[in-house]
Every structure is written in structure tokens, then in C-alpha cells.
């Protein structure tokens, strides 16, 4: 539906899961990892078939430098609370701000109905 919107990876889940993403930045022709520190990164979660809606879910990312790493990279961690009563096809977007200069990458993101969520 969103082809040429697309530029992260699709992703699945099942409800009420931690999942803790990472996100590594390239240039446009993917020959070099580009350094995130100083950068502000937000998650967003829209519906799949009406885009436009407000997010169901926005967070904060985290600019971490991993051990044994010298570039930062970009951290996020939902938790069971942020996608325990979801499930279906959705839009998760990534905002980059670096020094003014935004960047937008987008991808697909399943999740699974979870049908016990009294352990959770």
C-alpha cells in the first residue's frame, strides 16, 4: 500500500512482548555507518490502513554507544504496556532529528493477537 514509503525493515511481534529495537544509521548508499550521537529520535505507531490517524503509540529512542562500539546508534524498548491490547498491521515510523535536519524512515510492523495475557 506504501512502497515507496517504506525504509525500515518489517518487524513482528506478539502483544504484551519487550522487544527492544536498534537502529543503526547509513548513508544513503549504505557504505558508511553514520554516527548518532547529538541526534533526537522518536517511534511512532500508526494504523496501517488509515495512516493519518494520530499515533496509537509515540516514544522516545535512546543514542547509545553499544560496548566495544565507537558510534552511537539509535535504541528503543517497547514494553508490555505499549503493545498489550494491540494487534494487526501497522505503520512504525522513525523521526531523526539531527541539528535541525529531519529525517523520516518508515516500515511495517505486525502484531499478534496474544490470547493469554494473564501471565503478562
Not at 6 to 12: D, F, G, K
Not at 30 to 41: H, L, S
Request: proline share 4%.
Amino acid at each position: 500500500m506504501y512502497p515507496d514509503q517504506i525504509t525500515l525493515p518489517p518487524e513482528s511481534l506478539i502483544a504484551g512482548a519487550t522487544r527492544n529495537f536498534i537502529f543503526y544509521l547509513y548513508t544513503e548508499n549504505k557504505r558508511k555507518q553514520i554516527d548518532a550521537d547529538g541526534m533526537i529520535a522518536r517511534f511512532s505507531l500508526t494504523d496501517y490502513v488509515n495512516e493519518s490517524n494520530v499515533p496509537i503509540l509515540t516514544k522516545s529512542c535512546s543514542i547509545v554507544i553499544p560496548e566495544g562500539e565507537s558510534l552511537a546508534i539509535i535504541k528503543l524498548e517497547l514494553n508490555r504496556n505499549d503493545t498489550l491490547d494491540l494487534y494487526g498491521k501497522y505503520i512504525h515510523q522513525l523521526t531523526i532529528n539531527d541539528n535541525g535536519t529531519v529525517a523520516i524512515l518508515k516500515g511495517i510492523m505486525d502484531i499478534t493477537n496474544n490470547c493469554d495475557k494473564s501471565d503478562i
